[in-house]
């Protein structure tokens, strides 16, 4: 199973932007999908997750304005990112717990997508 990320870059303030997170593989069953992030000198921040049946859950800072959805015949999970503020700039994961046959349920991570605010 592998987990690609795409449409970081750089944006200007309150501006909108989405990233992507494509996964593909064998035969397998996507779970809890979350969304963290890292700005520099920080530890990573979970900025929400999205459950099997679509239940969302989003952190005090991005609330109101990020979304996480996910389409399940193309196996890809999104972040709409509305009304950016420079401190949301940060290098943004993916992480999908999966099922697969023969396996215990197991978590997989994007490669990380830069996202720059700026003001």
């Known amino acids: 199973v592998q987990l690609v990320e795409s449409g970081g870059g750089l944006v200007l303030a309150v501006g909108p932007l989405r990233l992507s997170c494509g996964i593909s593989?064998?035969?397998?069953?996507?779970?809890?999908s979350r969304w963290l992030r890292q700005a520099p000198g920080k530890r990573h921040e979970l900025v929400g997750f999205?459950?099997?049946?679509?239940?969302?859950t989003y952190s005090d800072s991005v609330k109101g304005r990020f979304t996480i959805s996910r389409d399940n015949v193309k196996n890809t999970v999104y972040l709409q990112m509305n009304s950016l503020k420079h401190e949301d700039t940060a290098v943004y994961y993916c992480?999908?717990?999966?099922?697969?046959?023969?396996?215990?349920?197991?978590?997989?991570w994007g490669q990380g997508a830069q996202v720059t605010v700026s003001s």
């Open positions: 992480n999908a717990e999966i099922e697969e046959v023969g396996y215990l349920r197991r978590a997989y």
């Open positions: 593989g064998s035969t397998f069953t996507l779970c809890t």
């Open positions: 999205i459950t099997r049946i679509d239940s969302r």
